[in-house]
């Protein structure tokens, strides 16, 4: 497969993909998939971002001749957002279906470069590091948010996220700060293909406790995280997606 850039204007055209399995699963014909993608996006309430997400990136992820299933992951209640415990869920849905590498991706986060296989290596990957709206220029050395790929034994080795990052804001630094802590030290491509477009929406507001909740987050990694996941969720498989709705 030869790298390829994929313009702005071409995302939003509605590009042809072949039609995944029910639940958003799709396997590659031409050869047996050694390890499987599991791309998880956690969601609430961006109709519109869902549906151009979602058929962009069966196009996209077509082209890179991967197996893979898309698990959107939402929050179903009016309590901030907690980005962080809705990728511990799906991570734990997609481990429990045998999936081995964990991408996590915001959902409107669109990458523009054939060449940024969605996989996963030996270290985790920050995998957007050139943005459209930040001029494609990475905002600080340590940034580990947006989209990233990971491996579950090393999901599992860190405890995961903290479930603890109520609204916006810290839980991917959190995160960082985990994997530094088990001398993990994620990895990028280079800004070319690491290229993204962020469909446009309002900026949230940031929590106030953010930064209160990251001085101590080495204290709480064993405690807050996978080992103290509880939640009620139902699964469904839509043509698209498997949908995971989280109480
Ligand atoms: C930092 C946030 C991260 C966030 C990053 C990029 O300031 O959670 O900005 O955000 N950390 C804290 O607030 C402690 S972005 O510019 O992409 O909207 O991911």
Request: glycine residues 6%.
């Amino acid at each position: 497969m030869r790298n390829r850039e994929i313009s702005v204007g071409d995302v939003f055209r509605m590009q042809h993909f072949e039609k995944p399995n029910l639940g958003g699963e799709y396997i590659q014909k031409h050869c047996l998939p050694y390890k499987k993608s599991a791309i998880i996006v956690p969601y609430r309430n961006r109709k519109h971002h869902l549906h151009t997400f979602l058929n962009y990136m069966h196009y996209f992820l077509q082209q890179q001749h991967i197996s893979y299933r898309i698990f959107i992951v939402e929050q179903n209640d009016d309590y901030s957002f907690n980005r962080a415990k809705l990728l511990n869920v799906g991570a734990l849905e997609a481990v429990n279906q045998n999936y081995t590498c964990l991408i996590f991706s915001d959902v409107d986060l669109l990458p523009l470069n054939t060449g940024n296989i969605y996989a996963c290596s030996r270290l985790p990957r920050h995998m957007c590091s050139a943005i459209d709206i930040f001029r494609f220029n990475l905002p600080y050395e340590g940034l580990f948010g947006g989209v990233i790929s990971i491996r579950s034994d090393q999901f599992k080795l860190v405890n995961g996220m903290s479930n603890e990052y109520l609204g916006w804001g810290g839980e991917d630094d959190d995160f960082y700060r985990r994997l530094k802590h088990h001398n993990i030290t994620p990895y990028r491509f280079s800004p070319q293909v690491s290229k993204y477009t962020m469909l446009t929406h309002n900026k949230e507001k940031p929590s106030e406790d953010r930064f209160e909740k990251l001085e101590r987050a080495s204290d709480r990694q064993q405690i807050d995280g996978l080992t103290s996941l509880s939640y009620n969720h139902i699964v469904k498989l839509k043509s698209l997606y498997t949908h995971i709705l989280v109480k």
